[in-house]
């Protein structure tokens, strides 16, 4: 859990986290807390109504349909930290698993492919990174452009051409679908590449930059924070993801085409934002956006499970989108209300 706000130094060489940071730390502990109780509450009642709901498969397949989506998020959540976003990620995911899957299909190397689809994923990361940083456009233009552009070349790319199970290796396939009872191998990759991220964020001073430069840009920069570098890696880290969710994907899937990944990115930014990284940048967590990715795979799949037509799926996303959104700007005013109150005691 974290959260950039400036520490005030209690005595000599000793620092404790201010009075604000204690108070946004225990709120976003809350939205994690309250996501965590929302989808026990959610998986229950639907195993109550199927009781086949939660059997082996059915968590496999839960944690499954989980692990790509948690893998794109932890990148995003990087990205939206910094008050930037990025909504190529579908298209960077469609290409990555076209690459995987070209390698693969005359017998290649799964080292290889693996290496094919994050180079393609950090390729198109450092073109967004360097667009925004240096070209000082909004990094929603930018990347809505990218989107499309990606969305082209994997077109032309791809033409009619499709990448079907036929064509990939036995162990290939075995890896997206195999693991230890109910936890497959995808979900436990995709928890060491949260938990690595979460460290990294944490303990590390180019992770804590991403929330300083979120929290406040001018800020940073005068504190020294290489702003540009900084950008350019959370698009890179974000690609690299992406590019490995596409590799993932084709081993989940193990077919892909030039339509592979569309709107995906939608999904991914409602589960960042769900998952409690504001917008306004400096605050979240990756593990938020991961409960985020969680809760909105669990009603994709507890919807069906309860005889509800598929089309509402997009509908809640949308609500729960809405309310995070509507959260956090009652959290955000309540903070500045509070801070308003102990300055005007202090004066």
Known sequence: MTATVPLQPETAGQVRPSATHRLVDTL????????????????????????????????????????????????????VMTRNVDLSVGSILGVAAFATGDVLK??????????????????????????????????????????????????????????????????????GHGGVGAVPWLALLAVVVLI??????????TGRDFYALGSNPEAARLAGTPVRRRIIQVYILCGALAGLAGCLYMARFANVDSGTGSGFELTV??????????????????YGAALGALLLTSINSMLPSLGISSVWVQAIDGFLLLLAIAVDRVVAVRIARTLRKRSARHV
């Open 28 to 79: 976003l502990r809350l939205r994690e807390i309250a996501l965590v109780g929302v989808i026990a509450v959610l998986l229950i009642g639907t195993q109550v109504d199927n009781s086949r709901f939660l059997s082996e498969q059915g968590v496999k397949d839960l944690l499954l349909n989980a692990a790509i989506l948690v893998l794109v998020a932890c990148g995003e959540a990087v990205v």
């Open 106 to 175: 005359g017998g290649g190397s799964v080292v290889v492919a693996v290496l094919a689809a994050l180079a393609v994923g950090v390729a198109f990361g450092l073109l967004n990174g360097l667009l925004v940083s240096f070209g000082q456009v909004p990094s929603l233009v930018v990347t809505l452009g990218t989107l499309y552009i990606i969305r082209g070349v994997d077109s032309l790319w791809v033409g009619s051409r499709q990448i079907t199970a036929a064509d990939l290796s036995p162990g290939f396939l075995s890896f």
């Open 269 to 286: 930014v409602s589960a960042v934002v769900v998952g409690g990284v504001a917008f306004t940048g400096g605050s979240g967590s990756v």
């Open 196 to 205: 690595a991220t979460g460290v990294f964020l944490r303990n590390y001073r």
